[in-house]
Structures are given as structure tokens and as C-alpha cells.
């Protein structure tokens, strides 16, 4: 095995091209230095500088290996300082885990604050219903989840609520309401309606249910979807209507228009939470977390 010392003695020879010159550059003697040179031929088993009284040069198979010696010492050095980086907490990988429904506001704006805060960290995100990112929070597959409490199974987690928001209606723009400022779900009771599945985002999907009973009715549900996209683009395609959490607002689309909704309810109430296991010490969940504090001020109204 060549050694990284040996390698930089003899880049520093092959650059030079005068063993006086490259022992001063090493601050080593010079017969040392001619006899690690012998070394290490002897241990790659080729002759790599021609020697003669008066000048020193690479041969072919000198020339080669210089340019894998210089590759093999800048990885080196690459890693060391990846190390230290990593050690110091300002570089290295956090896998975040996230509910689909943040990912066209919420989810951006926490990337890019995390990105210029932090720039010398990969991400990698898994979109999972709140549920599956429990499972791979205890499971250790996860660093941080942004998910919407409240969830089963979360006893050994620790959470932090850093967002709120309401449910809007999300209406056809013909629809008899559309000019409205704002609705009240009475108004709705009865349409027909798109709903998140019970079994993948039981959260929204209990509290639709438990909105629509505090104004007085049980919903009509004729489709069931469980991305906020799909359910827009069917809202505007004249199905029905749909109550979705106000992040849906940032997708604009022709046919449809987005309404507050006036009820008192809390069950309209929303929240998304940061959640981990307070076992992950690593410097990316530490880092993220630091960032994702609690929110301040009323809900965020719909646009």
C-alpha cells in the first residue's frame, strides 16, 4: 500500500523536477527524500523519474501516475474536510419526510431558508401520508417529519406545530357562490363533495366531516382523491366541490375560484407539525429544526 506521504514526496520531485528544489518544498533533507522516491518504485515495481547528474524526468509511466497521485491526495483531502464539515454541523445529509398538501408553499419556503442557512447540506425528501412518517421516524429512516397531527403511534416522538392554516371551499366558477367574499358551509350542504380518503389522510378527512356536522348536515361524497391538484382539476370539472387546506390557494386554475370559509368551527382549523425522534442527534435534523419554529399571528387566509 503507498502511503499519502509517499505520494506527496513524489509529486513534489515530479513538479519540481529537482530533488534539491522538492526537499526544501517538503522541508526534508535531500537523501532521504531520493531514497523514498526508490521506495516507492520498488513498491509500484516500474521506474517513474530518470535520473542523471544534471536533470531529473518523468517517464511514461511517471507522467501517469503523478495524475492519479494528485487525483488520490485532492480525495483525500476532499474527506477530511467533509469530515470536519460534518463534525462542525455545516455539512452532511437530512432526509425530511412531508404530507403532499405543503409541498406547493410551506415545503418550498422551508428548502430554500434551509438551503441559505445551510448550503453545504443534501437533502432528501420522501412524500408520505402523516401516518407512513411516523413509521419511518421510529424506524430511523427519517430525520424530520412535516406532517398533520394529530397522528396514531407518535408517543416516542417529540412535535412542533410551525404552521397553521383554515380549510377554503374550492368551488366551480360558475358556481352559484363565486362571487362571494366568503361562504359558510351551511351554504354547501347540498353539493356534492370530493374528500381525502379515510384510510391515507384520516386527519382532513375527519375533520371535513366534523366541520360539515357542526354547521348542521352530513356531506354528500362522490369522489374521493388524496391529491389537492386532482381535486381542483374535478372541482372545475363541474363533480362537485371540495374543502382543502389553504396551501390549495397556490394552485391557480382557470375554473375554479377559492373561498374562505366564515364558520367559527374549530374543526376548520389546521396545523402542520415538525416532528422527530429525540434520539436523532444528527447535525441535519438539529439544523433543520432550529429553523422551523412556531408560528406567530392568525391562521393563513386564503387569496
Known sequence: MVSSRLLR???AVAEELHYGRAAARLHMAQPPLSQ????????VGVQMLNRSRHAVELTAAGQVFLAEARDLLAREAKAVEAAR?????????????????????????????????FPGFDIDLVEQTSTEQIDGLLAGRLDVGLLRPPVNNAADLQM???HRERFVAVLPRGHRLARARAVRLAQLADESFMTFPADRIPGLHS???????????SPRTVLQAWQMPSMVSLVAAGFGVALLPAQ??????PGVVYKPIGDDSGHLALEIAACWHPANRSAGARN????????????????
Open 36 to 43: 523514498s522516491i526508490k521506495r516507492l518504485e520498488a513498491l
Open 248 to 253: 390549495a390557494c397556490s394552485l391557480p386554475h
Open 207 to 217: 375533520k371535513f366531516l366534523l366541520a360539515c356536522a357542526d354547521a348542521g348536515f
Open 160 to 162: 412542533r406545530v410551525i
Open 288 to 303: 433543520l429544526l432550529s429553523l422551523l419554529t412556531a408560528p406567530t399571528g392568525a391562521p393563513t387566509a386564503a387569496r
Open 9 to 11: 514526496q513524489f509529486v
Open 85 to 117: 464539515r460534518a463534525a462542525e454541523g455545516v455539512a452532511g445529509r437530512v432526509t425530511i419526510g412531508f404530507v403532499g398538501s405543503i409541498s406547493y408553499e410551506l415545503l418550498p419556503r422551508i428548502l430554500l431558508g434551509f438551503r441559505a442557512r
